[in-house]
């Protein structure tokens, strides 16, 4: 039965008025990102009250009026820029989806934001937004392992080309690759900063620098996206250092507890436009229970990282004096000029997740990660306990291996990414998995 007047008036709600936002001030105080993440983009009154947004789970929604259909359809199929004005379609969006869109954006200050099924399917969205049969990406080297085959295998396959440079170049060599590759047309420059497995970091102000000079006279420069997930979004903020889109698997900080798959890009409207047209077709949009799991994650994502970076601080000042780890690529202890360089002008912290050359080779890692007993042998990082992986023979297996000697994926490199459990239980773990060397 409908409700009478009264019965709608208990409701509290007006469906025709715009939801209550939430303040992103109070006065002149700007509010930081962990205060927004408990509240930002979500009206309880439209809710039934509810302190938590609720999972929605619909494949659609009803429009209010047929002018409002076709205006949102105007929106989702590039009729009109800027996407629908309203909820259409779960394939398009949702109230889960756009709240967390809302909410990744404000860690970086982005104009706007995506959310996908996994990371695998940002970039492979992004990529296919970009590019068209011809064309070159650039692109900074080791790249994760997938990332790399779709470049390299797959979008080669519809005659897309690939030049890369290696993760700590100069802005000489970057020029250089640049400039072979702008023979033809640079539809992209894609980095990975700090680079999977080694921690390489890539000097982005020098490759926007290098970007703006070659393609100077061009009518229109390649975007610099750049896969932000080891060290972002509070250790790295490549949008204030001139990249154009950050890519993140969110499986991993921002989801921070190994249950879940799914991945973001955000950067300039005018950009993100591009690619959610694509998502649109694609479907490559993440489910509302995924979205409404990490918009629990957000609320604790400085307190999660912020531990297990001083947790890894701990841990790696012990691994470093240990006879038997032979290097580390740790960010906390950079000692070449360069990688310290850009460290200093590029990040806040050196992050949870690093690499452990152990001495001898692949036989000595895999006592080593035999012997774990806190620490679980397993892929992924940035998650709430302590995982360690051997690249070369998981991750990155199906990298040639000149490329992987090329990348300095040894098979005495063990990568680790460091939880928020007691540090000195860890410490007591690594130390006895060592001694079985």
């Not at 619909?58 to 629908?84: C, L, W």
């Not at 492979?124 to 590019?131: D, E, K, R, Y």
């Not at 997740?353 to 890692?365: C, I, Q, R, Y």
């Amino acid at each position: 039965m409908p409700m009478d007047e009264t019965e709608a008036d208990m409701t509290g709600v007006d469906a025709n008025r715009s939801p209550i936002t939430e303040p992103a001030r109070i006065g002149d105080r700007k509010l930081k990102p962990s205060t927004l993440m408990m509240g930002h983009g979500y009206d309880p009154s439209l809710s039934e009250g509810s302190l938590k947004p609720p999972i929605f789970l619909t494949s659609t929604f009803v429009f209010p009026n047929a002018a409002a259909g076709k205006r949102h359809f105007e929106g989702v199929t590039g009729k009109r820029p800027g996407g629908a004005e309203g909820l259409v379609y779960s394939r398009f969006n949702g109230p889960n989806q756009e709240i967390l869109e809302d909410r990744l954006a404000i860690w970086e200050e982005a104009e706007d934001a995506l959310a996908f099924s996994s990371g695998m399917a940002a970039i492979a969205t992004l990529f296919l937004s970009m590019v068209k049969p011809g064309d070159t990406i650039v692109h900074s080297g080791p790249l994760y392992a997938a990332t790399e085959t779709l470049i390299g295998r797959i979008l080669g396959k519809f005659g897309v080309k690939w030049l890369d440079f290696p993760a700590g170049a100069t802005r000489a060599e970057i020029d250089r690759v640049l400039a072979e590759a702008a023979t033809g047309h640079v539809a992209l420059i894609y980095l990975e900063s700090p680079a999977n497995p080694t921690n390489a970091l890539v000097d982005v102000e020098a490759v926007v620098a290098s970007r703006d000079a070659i393609f100077a006279d061009a009518a229109d420069k390649p975007p610099i996206a750049i896969d932000n997930t080891f060290l972002g979004p509070l250790w790295h903020q490549p949008l204030r250092h001139g990249a154009d889109i950050v890519v993140y698997s969110l499986t991993k900080y921002a989801g921070g507890h190994s249950d879940l798959v799914a991945g973001g890009v955000l950067g300039k409207k005018a950009q993100i436009d591009v690619i959610r047209s694509m998502r649109n077709t694609i479907g490559t949009i993440c489910d509302p229970n995924t979205a409404w799991m990490l918009l629990r994650s957000l609320e604790t994502l400085e307190l999660r990282m912020s531990r297990a970076g001083e947790n890894a601080a701990k841990v790696c000042a012990f691994l470093r004096q240990h006879p038997k780890v032979e290097r580390m690529g740790y960010l906390g202890f950079i000692e070449d000029a360069r990688q310290k360089d850009i460290y200093d002008r590029h990040c806040t912290g050196a992050g949870s997740t690093f690499s452990l050359l152990v001495k001898g080779g692949e036989a000595e890692a895999f006592r080593f990660l035999d012997a774990l007993r806190i620490a679980k042998l397993a892929v992924s990082l940035g998650g709430t306990e302590t995982l360690a992986s051997h690249p070369a023979a998981m991750t990155h297996l199906s990298v040639p291996d000149a490329r992987k000697q090329a990348l300095g994926i040894t098979d005495n490199l063990v990568r680790i990414s460091i939880g928020v459990e007691d540090a000195d239980d860890l410490i007591a773990d690594f130390d006895q998995a060592l001694a079985a060397i």
